[in-house]
């Protein structure tokens, strides 16, 4: 069965405390991993797009990366701008799209 | 430039009841999605089209019908509305299938 789990499920931090956000994906035919910010009341914001294992793709204090089985959110240097909830997303063969359920940051001044 | 619009934010609907979801985008997409989001169970894919007069079930269909009304717009309708059917319904587009997706702001719909 097609799955993607997302780890922590919530992640406290202080500003400028580095860490990373897990996806990992149990899924047949993967098209595409994908992260986006959702912001509480809002859709989700599309951050990144990740096709092959070994890739890497940043945007100011972000970096995704993605591995055969996993990919992984860098924050680096976090502010409280960055608290959001990051949802990780995988193209299925089909067209499908499965979402993990999310991890909610929380940066604290 | 609105990007993804949804009409409404908010509806309140009683069991048997059947309401339409509008969406629209003008951001000339090929491809629209509707999700559903529920606490605990990120975004499930309802159904989506892939291109103008196509349309596809995704992982959690029942209970619901689309129309693909033209390049722009994208309805979802509930037949007759289930208290399983409370949620939060996300629209979206995307250039094709496979590409990034962006996202209307959600409707928020409650059946009691």
């Known amino acids: 069965e097609d799955q993607v789990t997302q780890s922590p499920e919530a992640l406290r931090l202080q500003e400028g405390e580095s860490s990373s956000l897990n996806c990992s994906y149990t899924v047949s035919g993967l098209r595409g991993l994908f992260w986006y910010r959702q912001d509480p009341g809002k859709g989700p914001e599309f951050l990144f797009t990740?096709?092959?294992a070994g890739e890497e793709k940043e945007k100011e204090r972000l970096k995704a990366t993605l591995t055969k089985k996993e990919s992984f959110l860098h924050i680096t240097a976090p502010k409280p701008e960055d608290s959001a909830t990051y949802l990780c997303?995988?193209?299925?063969?089909?067209?499908?799209?499965?979402f993990g359920a999310g991890t909610r940051l929380t940066v604290k001044p | 430039n609105a990007g993804v619009t949804q009409t409404p934010k908010f509806q309140v609907l009683k069991t048997g009841q059947s309401m339409t979801l509008q969406c629209a985008q003008d951001m000339n997409h090929n491809s629209m999605y509707w999700y559903r989001q529920d606490p605990g169970m990120g975004l499930r894919l309802i159904y989506y089209?892939?291109?103008?007069?196509?349309?596809d079930k995704g992982e959690v269909p029942n209970g619901y019908n689309v129309s693909r009304l033209n390049k722009r717009e994208f309805s979802l309708r509930l037949e007759s509305a289930a208290p399983s059917q409370t949620s939060v319904y996300f629209c979206?587009?995307?250039?094709?299938?496979?590409?990034?997706?962006?996202f209307g702001p959600g409707t928020r719909l409650t059946v009691t």
């Open positions: 979206a587009s995307s250039e094709r299938t496979g590409d990034e997706q962006y």
């Open positions: 990740l096709y092959s």
């Open positions: 997303a995988v193209q299925l063969g089909n067209n499908d799209m499965r």
């Open positions: 089209s892939a291109s103008e007069g196509t349309t």
